[in-house]
């Protein structure tokens, strides 16, 4: 699932590279605890995972009980 925010920066940015962090999306869906870049703690305390994929910074946090993985926040790198 994508938030709000990172749905508006989504669709704005080129097919390509929707293209891109869609696959990239995916691989979180398929793998939501593989090693992310790094971890930290949202406003709420909850852990928050960070993912830097080519020029993109990706927030995202993964709910265990329903197993969702939620996107956040996509920060451009360039």
Same mark, same amino acid.
């Given at each position: 699932?994508?938030? %709000?925010?990172?749905?508006? &920066?989504? !669709? !704005?940015? /080129?097919? +390509?590279?929707? +293209? =891109?962090? %869609? /696959?990239?999306f995916?691989?979180?869906?398929?793998?939501? #605890?593989? %090693?992310?870049?790094?971890?930290?703690?949202?406003? /709420?305390?909850?852990?928050?995972?960070?993912?830097? #994929? %080519?020029?993109?910074? &990706?927030?995202y946090?993964?709910?265990?009980?329903? =197993?969702?993985? #939620? &996107?956040?926040? &996509?920060?451009?790198? /360039?």
């Amino acid at each position: 699932m994508l938030d %709000e925010e990172a749905y508006a &920066i989504l !669709g !704005g940015l /080129s097919r +390509r590279d929707q +293209r =891109k962090l %869609e /696959s990239c999306f995916d691989r979180l869906r398929d793998h939501p #605890f593989a %090693e992310p870049s790094f971890v930290g703690l949202d406003a /709420s305390g909850e852990e928050q995972f960070h993912l830097f #994929f %080519e020029n993109y910074a &990706i927030a995202y946090h993964v709910d265990h009980a329903v =197993k969702l993985v #939620f &996107i956040q926040q &996509i920060l451009s790198n /360039s």
